[in-house]
């Protein structure tokens, strides 16, 4: 490959890590979001039961009521922490943390490499491709919908302030839009 090949590869292996690692970023939002609001109804229910005991003892009218309440709480949150388990809520959050932060890596090595072009670029580019492939091949058994691609390419092009190849408009938000090459996600 010639200097401007290797370059334009950069680029364009910069764009998708920058793209996949904001895949990767919405799923572990995502997963944190759901795994504090297990953990929080996991404490919060005995917690509130037990304090409006010590507060009003057992022999308050509400007891019943708020007894039936924290039940119902209680069997929601166990059949959504049960879920979490085989669902392996806990391996894909940390799955997920490790690709933003090894894609947010390829970005930046990619970019540096096409911005500084140093003397060894076909090596290093060879290296990093190498780098690259087993990210790809990793990120790739993570079951990466169409729908979260759409996704990665919007924000991908609104980052870099490219224009969509199938609409021909550049995305100025992160909300989706009509397209489907950069947008219905």
């Given amino acids: 490959m010639d200097k401007q090949a290797i370059i334009d590869s950069c680029r364009e292996k910069e764009f998708h890590a920058y793209g996949t690692s904001s895949i990767f970023d919405k799923r572990a939002r995502s997963l944190q979001f759901r795994r504090t609001l297990i953990t929080f109804l996991g404490i919060i229910t005995p917690l509130s039961v037990g304090s409006?005991?010590?507060?009003?003892?057992?022999?308050?009218?509400?007891?019943?009521?708020?007894?039936?309440?924290?039940?119902?709480?209680?069997?929601?949150?166990?059949?959504?922490?049960?879920?979490?388990?085989?669902?392996?809520?806990?391996?894909?959050?940390?799955?997920?943390?490790?690709?933003?932060?090894?894609?947010?890596?390829?970005?930046?090595?990619?970019?540096?490499?096409?911005?500084?072009?140093?003397?060894?670029?076909?090596?290093?580019?060879?290296?990093?491709?190498?780098?690259?492939?087993?990210?790809?091949?990793t990120d790739i058994t993570k079951h990466i919908t169409e729908k979260e691609k759409r996704y990665a390419n919007h924000i991908s092009l609104k980052y870099y302030k490219k224009p969509c190849h199938i609409c021909k408009e550049t995305p100025i938000s992160s909300k989706p839009t009509k397209c489907d090459g950069c947008g219905n996600f």
């Fill in 52 to 137: 409006i005991v010590l507060s009003f003892g057992t022999s308050t009218t509400a007891l019943p009521y708020l007894l039936t309440i924290a039940g119902v709480v209680g069997i929601i949150q166990l059949v959504v922490s049960a879920w979490s388990i085989v669902s392996r809520w806990d391996e894909k959050y940390d799955y997920s943390i490790e690709s933003v932060r090894d894609n947010t890596n390829l970005y930046n090595q990619f970019k540096a490499l096409a911005d500084m072009q140093p003397s060894d670029l076909d090596i290093k580019f060879s290296e990093l491709i190498k780098q690259n492939e087993r990210r790809e091949s």
